[in-house]
C-alpha cells in the first residue's frame, strides 16, 4: 500500500498505512455515561458525546484499510491492588475507584461500566489494552505490540483530550512515535481544556504532534485504497 497525504496541523504528513495504528482511548462507560467514574468527580458526561460518531468514523475507515487498531480502557484489578491508593483516594468523589455503582464497581476490569461503548465495540482481532494509568504506554505491552507491527505513527482519539489522550500522545511523542490526534474524535468534560489541549499539541511547530480530524484521517485513507 503507498504512502498517503494526512491533512493535519501544524503541517500536513506523509502516512505509510501498514505502519499507522489507530489508538482509541478509553471510550468506556465508565467515562460516556451517567452513574460512571466521570460522573462520580461531578462532571457532566453529556459532553463527551460528541467525540462518539467521529470515533465511530476513524474506526470504520481504519478497519476498512486494515490498520492496527487498538482499543484502550483504564481500570483496576478487581482487588485493586493496582491501584495506588493516591489515585483512589484523591479528592472527595460522590463514589471512589472499586465502590458499587448502577454499572457495578467504579472503574474496576470486568464490570459494566469498564465496558467500550457499544458502538464502538471492538471487533475480534483488534487489540483491547487494559491500562491501570492516563497513559497507555504505562504498565501495557503497548511499546511491545507497536514494535511487533512496525509501527511508526499513532493515529489517537478518545477521551479525555486533556487527561488520556494526552498522556499517551506524550508518552508515544517521547518514544519516536509520531502521534496525531484527531480533534473531533476527542472530548473532555472542560470544552476550554479540550481546545487548548488541541492547541499545545501542535504549538511550536508540533511540539509534541499534530492535530487532524476524523474525515481527513478517512479521506486520507481511502486515498491509499484507490492507489492499491
Ligand atoms: N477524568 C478525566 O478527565 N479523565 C480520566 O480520568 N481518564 C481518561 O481521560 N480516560
Given at each position: 500500500m503507498s504512502e498517503v497525504q494526512l491533512a493535519a496541523e501544524p503541517f500536513d504528513l506523509a502516512l505509510n498505512p501498514l505502519r499507522t495504528a489507530l489508538v482509541i482511548i478509553d471510550m468506556q462507560r465508565d467515562f460516556?455515561?451517567?452513574?460512571g467514574f466521570g460522573e462520580t468527580?461531578?462532571?457532566?458526561?453529556?459532553?463527551?458525546?460528541?467525540?462518539v460518531e467521529p470515533c465511530r468514523r476513524a474506526l470504520e475507515a481504519a478497519r476498512r484499510a486494515g490498520l492496527l487498531v487498538i482499543h484502550t480502557r483504564e481500570g483496576h484489578r478487581p482487588d485493586l491492588s493496582d491501584a495506588p491508593p493516591a489515585k483512589v483516594t484523591r479528592?472527595?468523589?460522590?463514589?471512589?475507584?472499586g465502590d458499587p455503582g448502577p454499572m457495578g464497581r467504579?472503574?474496576?476490569?470486568?464490570?459494566?461500566?469498564?465496558?467500550?461503548v457499544p458502538s464502538l465495540s471492538p471487533a475480534p482481532g483488534e487489540v483491547v489494552l487494559d491500562k491501570p494509568g492516563k497513559g497507555a504506554f504505562h504498565q501495557t505491552d503497548l511499546a511491545q505490540i507497536l514494535m511487533v507491527h512496525d509501527i511508526d505513527t499513532l493515529i489517537v482519539c478518545g477521551v479525555t483530550t486533556e487527561v488520556c489522550v494526552h498522556t499517551t500522545i506524550r508518552e508515544g511523542n517521547d518514544r519516536g512515535y509520531r502521534c496525531v490526534a484527531l480533534g473531533d474524535a476527542c472530548a473532555s468534560y472542560f470544552p476550554e481544556f479540550h481546545r487548548v489541549g488541541l492547541e499545545m499539541i501542535k504549538a511550536q511547530g508540533g511540539i509534541f504532534g499534530w492535530v487532524s480530524d476524523a474525515e481527513s484521517f478517512a479521506t486520507a485513507l481511502s486515498a491509499a485504497q484507490h492507489a492499491a
Open positions: 460516556l455515561e451517567p452513574g468527580l461531578g462532571n457532566d458526561v453529556s459532553l463527551l458525546q460528541a467525540a479528592g472527595a468523589p460522590s463514589k471512589r475507584i467504579i472503574l474496576i476490569r470486568g464490570e459494566p461500566g469498564h465496558d467500550i
